[in-house]
């Protein structure tokens, strides 16, 4: 299973793939939409993992380009955005999303259970 | 409604955006932070386990990290300052500074619009003025002009004394005037004691101050 992370804070984002890499999980990055396009074009990407506030394309208009051109993909959003009682919220409204600074263990749970895999 | 609980609506609202993208920078410093000691962490846990670790890989980390404890520390300073700006009604201001604290606390709208904010001409300058009016007033006037402008664009803002007053400069070189015709902002200019005019051959629009208690 690949996953695509896409942040444009390249510290977090390169980061975080290595740390999955740790775990099992075969992660690449970009650092905006328009090369995350081009790389899903190119790789088969089970899961996204996006930044909501990105320059230019956001991380809701990026899922949107996504979704039209790999109807399997399955997305995460991160926000910095957003308190406990909005995450739950957001999560009770079938949204997958964290809020940074995350865990990266609650990640790998939702990248799991959004794939369909067992987070176990 | 009245006109001055407006004012001072339009204030608050002012401090709560800049309040809200101060917070955003800061939350993402954290993320950043947490990302690079979680893989310190995880490289410990393997050192542990008997793998190697290239120490390079560790001072990347480590740099990491203490790159976004100065990135951190330069936004709450700012922060600070601009809380600061409302602790006095009017004093005497330096034009120079206010220009550089409200360009450090606009960079994140510019870099979301991918357009480079740049300090340009700068004289030494100062007059009696409200200072966190001010901010507002500039503030609005680079919002204005982002606004006109598109990705990859650059805006330019520079200030000078101009007669009792001072005057700053916005321009997007090869671009036009980029306040030239925005109605909306230059009423908002008026309703604070200041005027906008454009200068078309250059492409400069100017936003011109009188000191408080001048006419």
Redesign the interface.
């Known amino acids: 299973m690949k996953i695509l992370l896409v942040d444009d804070?390249v510290?977090?984002v390169s980061?975080?793939a290595?740390?999955l890499g740790?775990r099992g999980l075969d992660a690449d990055w970009a650092e905006n939409g328009e090369d995350a396009l081009k790389m899903a074009g190119e790789t088969d990407y089970a899961v996204a993992v996006l930044d909501m506030?990105?320059?230019?394309m956001g991380g809701l208009e990026l899922q949107e380009k996504l979704v039209a051109r790999h109807p399997g993909m399955r997305f995460i959003f991160l926000s910095?955005?957003g308190s406990e009682a909005d995450f739950k919220a957001g999560r009770a409204a079938g949204c997958n999303y964290l809020i940074?600074?995350?865990q990266?263990e609650d990640l790998v749970d939702m990248i799991r259970e959004v794939a369909g895999e067992d987070a176990q | 409604m009245n006109q001055s609980e407006a004012a001072s609506r339009e204030g608050l609202q002012f401090f709560g955006r800049v309040s809200a993208s101060v917070s955003h920078e800061i939350k993402n410093v954290f993320a950043v932070i947490n990302e690079a000691a979680g893989l310190i962490g995880d490289l410990t846990t393997m050192a542990e386990r008997g793998m190697p670790i290239k120490p390079e890989r560790l001072k990347r980390a480590s740099d990491a990290i203490q790159g976004q404890i100065r990135r951190g520390d330069a936004i709450v300073k700012n922060m600070n300052a601009f809380a600061h700006s409302t602790d006095e009604d009017v004093r005497e201001v330096n034009l120079g500074e206010i220009l550089q604290l409200t360009l450090a606390l606009t960079t994140r709208l510019a870099d979301m619009k991918q357009i480079r904010l740049i300090a340009g001409h700068c004289e030494p300058v100062s007059l009696k003025a409200n200072p966190f009016d001010l901010m507002r007033l500039l503030h609005s006037s680079i919002a204005a002009a982002l606004d006109s402008l598109s990705a990859g664009d650059s805006l330019v803002v520079g200030v000078e004394p101009a007669g009792h007053g001072a005057s700053f400069s916005l321009s997007a070189p090869g671009k036009d005037a980029p306040l030239a015709n925005d109605e909306a902002f230059s009423a908002l200019a008026r309703s604070m004691g200041a005027a906008v005019s454009v200068d078309e051959a250059s492409g400069t629009s100017l936003l011109r101050l009188r000191a408080a208690g001048t006419r």
């Open positions: 804070e510290e977090l980061a975080m290595e740390r740790y506030k990105m320059p230019r910095g955005h940074k600074p995350i990266l």
